[in-house]
């Protein structure tokens, strides 16, 4: 599912139309997510939530995970929603 998606538009310089498929709805929530996260961290010791979503990879940073979480939670928004649809 889309977020913001729009109306096809007929482009007169490239003499087509053009679909606009808007963003991702999951983008659309774990970005929206993001926001309240990166907060939450900035004044805490630890991850928000009490959940640590380390892959268990050196590599792994903050903020990494910090958008893995936003991903995390933005999945179970979809399932509620999908559950509410049902």
């Known amino acids: ?9 007929f482009d ?12 991702d709805l999951r983008d659309y929530f774990a970005s929206s ?3 309240s996260l990166v907060r939450v961290w900035d004044r805490s ?3 928000p ?3 640590d979503p380390t892959s268990g990879d050196d590599d ?6 910090l958008a893995r979480l ?3 939670v933005a999945d179970a928004m979809e399932e509620i929603k999908n559950e509410r649809n049902e």
């Open 1 to 9: 599912m889309k977020a913001f998606p729009s109306k096809p538009t």
């Open 12 to 23: 007169l310089e490239i003499n087509r139309t053009v679909w606009h498929d808007g963003m």
């Open 33 to 35: 997510a993001m926001q």
């Open 45 to 47: 010791d630890g991850f």
């Open 49 to 51: 939530l009490g959940i």
């Open 60 to 65: 792994d940073t903050h903020l990494k995970c």
């Open 70 to 72: 936003a991903y995390m």
